[in-house]
């Protein structure tokens, strides 16, 4: 069973930002949260991680609560490129495994022109 | 810098016949995953390879099975297939350590007919 749960999908207007919620409740204190997103006809592509921290890089933001139960992927700005499904998952840091990753269903996310 | 590569990618099989994927990790990545992608089951692991051995192994029946080289290319092998093993399935490597993020390929599309 997947450890995270997204909404199935959310729609945004483009250049608007878009606010992707994953809750974590039984999160442990090791496991990093990544997001990836995957569009269509393509693999995974990693997007941002943290562990307990918000993050920041070129794609994204990543806003960690603070007990680490739900986190947010924030796009600043939707493009159309942005169109993708997104997933949230829990990475165990315990060790340097990949171990099983689960994914879940992802959120679709629809961009408007 | 290379990305992850598959091939091939895009495979038509017979039931009952066997195939091979293999994939190519970033240059220094020891860790090589793989996933199968169904639009029914989602994104399900099958397996993780490390420094030539297996590390963790997914649900999935002993007709699936893998191998690492020593220069860290992977390739899977599945016997007898079956329609059901139709799907993407798709590669990830990341470096060792417990902060690291993993990098996916485009997948290998095999259709079995």
């Known amino acids: 069973d997947a450890k995270t749960t997204q909404p199935n999908s959310m729609e945004s207007n483009e250049e608007e930002p878009v606010h992707l919620p994953c809750n974590h409740s039984?999160?442990?204190?090791?496991?990093?949260i990544h997001w990836y997103r995957q569009l269509p006809s393509q693999g995974p592509e990693y997007v941002i991680h943290?562990?307990?921290s918000n993050v920041n890089n070129r794609m994204a933001s990543l806003a960690i609560a603070e007990d680490r139960k739900s986190s947010t992927l924030i796009l600043h700005r939707a493009t159309l490129r942005d169109a993708a499904v997104y997933y949230c998952?829990?990475?165990?840091?315990?060790?340097?495994?990949?171990?099983?990753?689960?994914f879940g269903a992802g959120t679709q996310v629809v961009v408007t022109p | 810098k290379a990305g992850v590569t598959q091939t091939p990618r895009y495979l038509i099989k017979t039931r009952g016949q066997q195939v091979t994927l293999s994939c190519s990790p970033i240059?220094?990545?020891?860790?090589v995953s793989w996933y199968q992608q169904t639009p029914g089951q989602g994104l399900q692991f099958l397996f993780e390879?490390?420094?030539?051995?297996?590390?963790n192994k997914g649900n999935f029946p002993g007709r699936f099975s893998g191998r690492q080289f020593s220069n860290s290319r992977s390739e899977m092998n599945v016997s007898t297939l079956e329609l059901g093993d139709s799907a993407l399935y798709l590669c990830?490597?990341?470096?060792?350590?417990?902060?690291?993020?993993?990098?996916f390929g485009q997948g290998t599309r095999l259709t079995v007919v």
């Open positions: 990830a490597s990341s470096l060792a350590g417990q902060n690291t993020e993993a990098f």
């Open positions: 039984t999160i442990s204190g090791t496991d990093y």
């Open positions: 943290g562990l307990t």
């Open positions: 998952i829990l990475r165990d840091g315990a060790t340097d495994s990949w171990g099983k990753l689960q």
């Open positions: 240059s220094g990545h020891r860790s």
């Open positions: 390879y490390f420094s030539e051995t297996q590390r």
